[in-house]
T-cell receptor, first 112, second 112 residues
Framework: SQQGEEDPQALSIQEGENATMNCSYK?????LQWYRQNSGRGLVHLIL?????REKHSGRLRVTLDTSKKSSSLLITASRAADTASYFC????????????FGGGTRLMVKP | DAGITQSPRHKVTETGTPVTLRCHQT?????MYWYRQDPGHGLRLIHY???????DKGEVSDGYSVSRSKTEDFLLTLESATSSQTSVYFC???????????FGPGTRLTVL
């Protein structure tokens, strides 16, 4: 079963627009991470937010976490064609040892 | 890619044959993971290792076995491949002192 569920499953925007992806999860977590995957490649870590944090920034990325709603969002500002990829949230649960549980991902297409 | 290689990168095999996938890392990380990625399911953990000869099951371990006789190598074996094991397989390591995982380039396995 998937701990994280991303929404939407697919998103298409124009270059320069902002892209927002959401992730919901089911159990209490230690931290939540976002990863990016370009077609045919491995996943690349983007950002980690801990359960006691509410917002985190990294360059054009902004992540929020609402533990009361068990949800997170990833905002990419001023998107570029190179941001076209799939984005996955992954949760590290308090009782899951060192295992990450991934959601199904959001496919983002940024049109030039 | 954090010094992670996977071999082979592509493999086509027949139902009932044994298959071994290899993950090799160059940075002496303690934790290593095997995932499979299928459309609509994101990444699902098969097995993981927390040291030489120390392994444990993940979410979808049935039909798979693993071995880790050296820190740098983590092998995934399908004893008798089935068509349902057609997938893309990713190896990952956990960075030292962090919950972040770093992924290899993947192995595309087709079982006919």
């Amino acid at each position: 079963s998937q701990q994280g569920e991303e929404d939407p499953q697919a998103l298409s925007i124009q270059e320069g627009e902002n892209a927002t992806m959401n992730c919901s999860y089911k159990t209490s977590i230690n931290n939540l991470q976002w990863y990016r995957q370009n077609s045919g490649r491995g996943l690349v870590h983007l950002i980690l937010i801990r359960s006691n944090e509410r917002e985190k920034h990294s360059g054009r990325l902004r992540v929020t976490l609402d533990t009361s709603k068990k949800s997170s969002s990833l905002l990419i500002t001023a998107s570029r064609a190179a941001d076209t990829a799939s984005y996955f949230c992954a949760t590290l649960s308090n009782n899951a040892g060192n295992m990450l549980t991934f959601g199904g991902g959001t496919r983002l297409m940024v049109k030039p | 890619d954090a010094g992670i290689t996977q071999s082979p990168r592509h493999k086509v095999t027949e139902t009932g044959t044994p298959v071994t996938l290899r993950c090799h890392q160059t940075e002496n990380h303690r934790y290593m993971y095997w995932y499979r990625q299928d459309p609509g399911h994101g990444l699902r953990l098969i097995h993981y290792s927390y040291g030489v000869k120390d392994t444990d099951k993940g979410e979808v371990s049935d039909g798979y076995s693993v071995s880790r006789s050296k820190t740098e190598d983590f092998l995934l074996t399908l004893e008798s491949a089935t068509s349902s094991q057609t997938s893309v397989y990713f190896c990952a390591i956990r960075g030292a002192g962090t919950d972040t995982q770093y992924f290899g380039p993947g192995t595309r396995l087709t079982v006919l």
